[in-house]
Structures are given as C-alpha cells and as structure tokens.
Nanobody, 124 residues
Framework: QVQLVESGGGLVQAGDSLRLSCAAS????????MGWLRQGPGKEQMAVAA????????YYADSVKGRFTISRENSKNTVYLQMHSMKPEDADVYYC?????????????????WGQGTPVSVSS
C-alpha cells in the first residue's frame, strides 16, 4: 500500500486560493484512485473531490464545484487539490486518500490508505 503525505494547508482569507499536495510512496501510484476528504470536529469524513486512477473520471462535492480542482501527476506520484474563492465554511482538516481501484470513490469507508491530514483555516 502507498504511504501518503499531505502538504500545503494553512490559514488564508476568504476569497484566497490554496493548493494542497499529496505525495505518495511505496506503491504503484497509477494503480490507485485518489480522493481528498475533509473532516471537522465531531463530524464524519466527507469527500471533497475524487479522481479515477487514469484521471478520466472526477467527482466534486456540490459545495466546491467550480471552485476546487483535483489533479494528479502520475509521473510525480502526486495528487493536488487546487482551491479557489475559499470560504470560511471550507475550513477543516483535509485528508488525501487512496484505494487500489480503477473508478472513483466517494465514501470514506472505501478508501484503503490515508495521509495524516493537513489543516485548512479560512478567515472571513
């Protein structure tokens, strides 16, 4: 299984942009469908965006459509989440997740590997 390490979280102002990165190691990255999920205190993990292993299928939560973009560079074993026009309600801990599958996954329980999470805060 791959090991995942997120980076890029931090504090931004409403309207700003932020890019999260997730570097994978220890496995064949191109075999994994990837996702970005978020979790707040006392809440369940919720998928924000997900991408199939070859990038041909993408999912976005309704709350981020048109503002967030997921992408992957299989040559760099990295998946990204570009976030624009950020809102205070986007604040959470964001996790990168992977599952050895061809199609996208939305349910958090279907992912096999997780990063440690990176916090995102948005001030109004």
């Amino acid at each position: 299984q791959v090991q995942l390490v997120e980076s890029g979280g931090g504090l931004v102002q409403a309207g700003d942009s932020l890019r999260l990165s997730c570097a994978a190691s220890g496995g064949t990255f191109s075999s994994y469908a990837m996702g970005w999920l978020r979790q707040g205190p006392g809440k369940e993990q919720m998928a924000v965006a997900a991408m199939s292993r070859n990038g041909d299928r993408i999912y976005y939560a309704d709350s981020v459509k048109g503002r967030f973009t997921i992408s992957r560079e299989n040559s760099k074993n990295t998946v990204y989440l570009q976030m624009h026009s950020m809102k205070p309600e986007d604040a959470d801990v964001y996790y990168c997740a992977a599952v050895m599958a061809s199609s996208i996954r939305v349910l958090s329980t279907t992912y096999e590997c997780w990063g440690q999470g990176t916090p995102v805060s948005v001030s109004s």
